[in-house]
């Protein structure tokens, strides 16, 4: 299990779904015969699953995707302690080359519209005065903003009991500034921009509005009365919850962004 925690967990997921999707193609037609796996079968399951000109209208992967799954089920091997089959590799770059024009022919995915400040305005308008969940999501989205971080960064594995130090923000990485109380500096692990085992900075500077991440984090240290424990979490009663990467908490945070496109049609 210590080798895993080389990987980060989104990259752990990302290898484990190339996996599972390898091992489907192989017993599927009949070639799954276990670790290690031979370079034909990988050749086979990349002009199976990857996209072609001989039928670019067939629900094919993209060569980014593809080189994705390779990464996937060379690490499996390594985990295993098995034999990677590197001879194939001429053949499987040039699968991925021609994957690569096909793709060409494939519209791209359309980029995440920006946040802009009146989208954060209408976002406090909507969360301050709410329960003390969207009040700790309203904070979180603040600080993520100022901080240019991903919101993923800023939430938990599991939405109570003990929090992970590894991979999540505490209280006790946040460092205030004690002359005027106007910087704030978080001290943030497993960033995805930062190398492995750095711990990652990310400096807020205060603001004269109701939108300030300086006052966000206050906020967030209030509430957790003094406790080592989440930063962007809430009490509710006498347990402690956190904001979950996944679960109520994002899917609170995308209504609100569904409901934020609804309104600025209306901006526009």
Known sequence: MHMLHAWRWSTLLSYNSAVKRFILFAKKNNRWRGLPVSGDVITEFCLEIGRSFADPSRDGVSSKTLTKYLF???AWHIFHGATYPTGVKPRINLILRAC???DCIFPKNKLKKSIHIKHLIFIYKSLHNGEEEQKAILDLILVAFWGMARLKELT???NEGPVSRWNSILTTDVDIRKLD???VTLRLREAKTASAGETQLIKLRG???ILCPVEAVSRRLANARGAKTSLFGYYSGKKRVQLLRSGNS???IAFEQRRLHRVLRTLV
């Open 207 to 209: 603001q004269p509005n």
């Open 100 to 102: 690569d024009r096909v």
């Open 72 to 74: 996937g089920i060379q």
């Open 156 to 158: 938990y594995d599991n």
């Open 250 to 252: 994002c899917h609170t």
């Open 181 to 183: 109380g106007k910087k």
